[in-house]
C-alpha cells in the first residue's frame, strides 16, 4: 500500500496496478495460509491431492520476494515445468517459507549471499531443495533442529523446522538435511509425485 501511495504520488498509474494487484494475491495468500494455520491448530489436515508444484513456487516467492530482493539475496529459482506432486499447497508453500527465510537469516551479512531452491525428479517422489552459502548447522544440533524449541539462531523460537517436518509427514514425505551444494546448510523436502 505503501509503494502504491509513492507510485500514485509520481504518477506512475501503470505501478499503481500492479502493487495493488500485488497486495490483492498477498492478502488473498495471508488468507488461506491463516485458515491451513486454524486447521493445523486444530488437528485438522485439510486436502491432500495432485497439486501443480509451479504454483506452489509462484505462492512462496510471492510471500518471501520482498524479503530475498531487501536482503540483496541471489537466488537461483526453478524453471517453470515442474511435475505436479501430492501435497497440500498452502501447507507446502509454508514448508518452503521457513525453509527459505531460515537461508535468509543464514546468509545474512555475507559479501555474496546466496540462495538456491532445486527441484530433482525420481521416479516416485520430488525432492525439493534449499540450499544457502551460510555457514552451515552447528554439527552439536544435527537433527535436534527438529526439535521444538532447539535453533541455532539467537532470536528464533525453533519451532519452524518442526512444523515444516510434520507438515511434510502428512504428505507421506519427508524433511531432512542434506549436504549442500553451496556449502552452506541445505535442507529437502520429499514429496510424492501426483
Do not use: Y
Not at 506512475?12 to 486447521?39: C, F, K, P
Not at 489436515?45 to 513456487?57: K, M, Q, T, Y
Not at 530475498?68 to 501430492?86: F, M, Y
Request: hydrophobic share 45%.
Amino acid at each position: 500500500a505503501e509503494n502504491a501511495q509513492h507510485h500514485l504520488a509520481a504518477g506512475r498509474n501503470d505501478r499503481v496496478a500492479a502493487t495493488l494487484e500485488n497486495a490483492v494475491a498477498l492478502t488473498a495468500r495471508i488468507g488461506s495460509i491463516t485458515q491451513e494455520m486454524r486447521r493445523f491448530a486444530r488437528r485438522g489436515s485439510g486436502r491432500i491431492e495432485p497439486v501443480a508444484l509451479d504454483a506452489v513456487l509462484d505462492g512462496t516467492l510471492l510471500l518471501v520476494g520482498d524479503r530475498l530482493r531487501g536482503a540483496n539475496v541471489a537466488v537461483d529459482w526453478p524453471a517453470r515445468g515442474q511435475p505436479a506432486v501430492i501435497a497440500g499447497r498452502v501447507r507446502l508453500e509454508q514448508v518452503l517459507v521457513n525453509l527459505l527465510n531460515n537461508a535468509i537469516d543464514a546468509v545474512a551479512g555475507r559479501d555474496d549471499p546466496r540462495i538456491a531452491v532445486l527441484v530433482e525428479e525420481r521416479e516416485t517422489c520430488v525432492d525439493l531443495i534449499v540450499a544457502d552459502n551460510g555457514s552451515g548447522i552447528d554439527p552439536a544440533l544435527g537433527e535436534e533442529v527438529f526439535s521444538p524449541f532447539v535453533t541455532g539462531k539467537p532470536d528464533g523460537l525453533g519451532l519452524g523446522l518442526g512444523i515444516a517436518r510434520d507438515i511434510m509427514a502428512q504428505f507421506d514425505g519427508t524433511l531432512r538435511i542434506v549436504p549442500s551444494p553451496l556449502g552452506g546448510a541445505a535442507f529437502m523436502a520429499s514429496v510424492k509425485r501426483a
